[in-house]
């Protein structure tokens, strides 16, 4: 069999047309990586990339977003702070612009804008235009909330029956929530119907939040002409707390029974770290509200709300929160060890925690949510369960002022605030800290001694 070498020639052209098509496909990555840009962030929890919930802020935003930040040009670090900080925007919405102006050099412009020292930073949203505090994801997320609102919020917070007051700072208060809301535009005002015997105008909707004392038959009147009108309503109730609204609870056709949920699923306790059976974990969410919530929501001391079947109205009802399968409604009192006891008028789960009403009303859809709890809004526990109870309280909030174009959007938490072990792990470990090193290091001194002594 003959074999042909190849020529010298041929070798060179073939060098030649390997080392060609390597630059060229060499040409051709780095174009195409001048179009087509994908950017992964490997850090933990993403810290470098903006929350899925800003990111469906952003994107759903129609108008123009721009950032105006007011800073002399020797601050070449702040500057590229600014860039990088944009840059995260733009990678969602890329139309999103960055002016970076000199207010010593511009001092007229930077008086237009009210800004008085250097490092302010003007977020333009559209024709809108707001000051931020600061450039963190919370701070400009909930400005842009803000800027959405083609109007302020104003819920009124009946007040005068011993009710939760949002401006109470302990932990049976709502003060945290006032907080909260007021950062994405809300204004919570307080009323006392007795005082002024009507509801003020232009309110978004009106809250009750678990009053103690009952109210007076004509406050209860002002309150069902206020529905009758079309008025939004969100209504927090304890179990064995009727207040004096057994008639508003006939009107909108609703039963709320007497007695305490409990639960008995003690695995589902423990991850939580629940310590109490009348602390009811809702984890399964079915209503079109809740449709996107992923962290468990808790309800300490809740009571069941369902319809009333017996009643004839033009409502909607639809559950808003049930508990789950290993759950009871308790109608005696809550002492030692408590079992449940369906012969005596106990009810198995799952039960109705929460409706909400809706019915078309005067050209407009009038909203209604009833829960039988107030306690998951408190301080003490509406930051718990990873978020749950707030953003629950968000969705509701702007569920009853009709902000339906926010509802989607999650409050941004960073993702390594809350230190989560299995069992008793953070147990073992604080002993561990606080117990096993201190004897461990006392041991090894006490042989380091020992040896010594006897050389």
Known sequence: MNTKKPSAISHKLSQLLFYALLILMVVMVAWLSTRY??????SFGQRNTLTQATQSLVQSVEQPLGFVAYLSNDKTKLHDGMRKLVAKYQQFKPETTLEIVDPNLNPERAKADNVMAEGRVILHLGEQSEKLTAVDENTVANTIQRMLRKTIPRVIVLEGHQERSVFDEGNSGMSKLRER???RGFRLQPHNILKTQS???????????????????????????????????LWLT???????????????????????????????????????PAVIPVIQFGHPLLKDMVSPALFPFATVVEKNTA?????????????????????AALSGEVSPDYTSGDLPGPLSLAMTLTRDHLQKEQRIAVIGDSDFLLNQFVGAAGGGNLTLANKLFDWLSNGDQLLNIKPARAPDTVLAMPGKSLTYLALSFLIGIPALLILIGTLRWWIRKRR
């Open 37 to 42: 840009v994908k950017t992964t962030d490997v």
């Open 181 to 183: 809301l007021s950062s």
């Open 199 to 233: 509801i003020p105008e232009h309110s978004s909707f009106v809250m009750i939040a678990s009053p103690l004392n009952s109210y007076l038959k004509t406050e209860v009147d002002v309150l069902l002409k206020y529905i009758e009108d079309g008025g939004n309503l």
């Open 238 to 276: 304890e179990p064995r707390t009727p207040a004096g609204l057994d008639s508003l609870n006939q009107h909108l056709g609703l039963s709320i029974l007497d007695g305490t949920l409990l639960d008995s699923n003690k695995s589902l306790q423990e991850m939580l770290g629940i310590q109490h």
């Open 311 to 331: 009643s004839q109205t033009d409502w909607s009802y639809i559950s808003l929160l049930s508990s789950g399968e290993n759950s009871w409604l308790e109608t």
